[in-house]
């Protein structure tokens, strides 16, 4: 495909009957591979307004998914949380465009926010709080999307150890711990396979950290939640583990020296509007223990390609503490 232009721009905003003259286009993300395309970029007019808008060719993401992640994300915007605005016209809001004899999805809306850099325990707790607000409104949203990538996963045993580990660059020699850790990685999979079925479900955002689809809103207090791409149906609990060990690990990258005890507030955050029900609760141990050993790994297995040395490899060690169910006691939380 060739470089976008201004002239891409004009199409884009005609296909939303926005009539506004275009000073400049920005790419923010580019992802091409042998089969699909994904471009977001900003549009950026002479009356001061900015558009993010998506174009996309991939298979996983038919227009009948895309328009229904966009109803969800409208749906939060129309209930308060802030979201930005989709554009809609024709009674949708997943359009196509024809840019070189190829056809993409488009999606547009309203820029919002600046990407979060530090991150307080103040605002974990406000994420917290943001991410109850919108699983309380999904359990009265009736359009499903979809089932989600994580609980697909989990249900088609794709979500192995050993797909995990297959990251590792170069592998590590010590494949009696790996043994050990996938082990202890799969035998929670198998377990949750088996109940994560009884858990309350519904339509989430399915890829939120406080590093990552959460912006500050620049003109007021709060923050705000940015592209559902993944969003479909998960178990609240899922979502809301996912959402705290993504966000630590990504704190850990950044600050080895935290005390991650004190970003327990999110939980806190969250429990002030919504509150666990008792299979969520029966549950905790095994959810909680998966998704730290999860991101721990995805986070050690980072630096150790960074860095291959056989010190970088003792994280193996770690890993088999965050896979323990002993340590996640929802009364104890704790977090090596």
């Not at 471009?39 to 060719?57: A, H, K, L, Q, V």
């Not at 997943?94 to 926010?113: A, P, Q």
């Not at 969520?280 to 291959?308: Q, T, V």
Request: with cysteine; proline share 3%.
């Amino acid at each position: 495909m060739r470089d976008l232009t201004i002239n891409d721009a004009y199409d884009v905003l005609s296909l939303y009957e926005i009539s506004e003259s275009v000073s400049k286009i920005t790419i923010i993300e580019s992802s091409t591979g042998s089969n699909k395309i994904r471009i977001i970029f900003c549009i950026e007019t002479d009356s001061g307004r900015e558009y993010i808008c998506r174009i996309s060719n991939e298979a996983n993401y038919p227009k009948g998914l895309v328009e229904k992640q966009c109803a969800f994300a409208r749906f939060l915007y129309d209930n308060g949380i802030n979201t930005p605005k989709k554009y809609s016209c024709s009674g949708g809001y997943c359009r196509t465009l024809k840019i070189n004899n190829e056809y993409f999805l488009v999606v547009l809306e309203e820029r919002l926010g600046n990407d979060m850099v530090l991150v307080t325990p103040e605002e974990y707790r406000d994420l917290g709080i943001l991410l109850g607000k919108i699983h309380c409104l999904s359990e009265g949203y009736v359009l499903k999307v979809g089932q989600g990538i994580v609980s697909r996963s989990i249900d088609t045993g794709r979500a192995r150890f050993d797909n995990l580990i297959k990251q590792l660059m170069p592998p590590v020699c010590d494949h009696s711990m790996i043994e050990e850790v996938g082990r202890k990685h799969d035998e929670l999979i198998s377990a949750l396979q088996k109940d994560m079925h009884r858990l309350p479900y519904g339509t989430v955002h399915g890829d939120l950290s406080s590093f990552n689809n959460i912006v500050s809103m620049p003109d007021q207090k709060g923050m705000a939640v940015i592209d559902f791409n993944l969003a479909g149906e998960e178990p609240y609990l899922f979502d809301l583990l996912i959402t705290f060990y993504s966000s630590i690990n990504d704190l850990l990258r950044s600050s080895k020296n935290v005390s991650v005890e004190r970003y327990f507030t999110f939980f806190e955050g969250y429990s002030s509007v919504r509150k666990f029900n008792n299979i969520e609760l029966e549950l905790w141990d095994r959810a909680a223990a998966l998704f730290d050993g999860l991101y721990f790994c995805k986070r050690m297995i980072g630096e150790y390609n960074l860095s291959p040395t056989t010190d970088n490899a003792q994280w193996l060690y770690e890993a088999l503490e965050h896979f323990d169910v002993k340590t996640h006691r929802i009364e104890k939380r704790t977090y090596k």
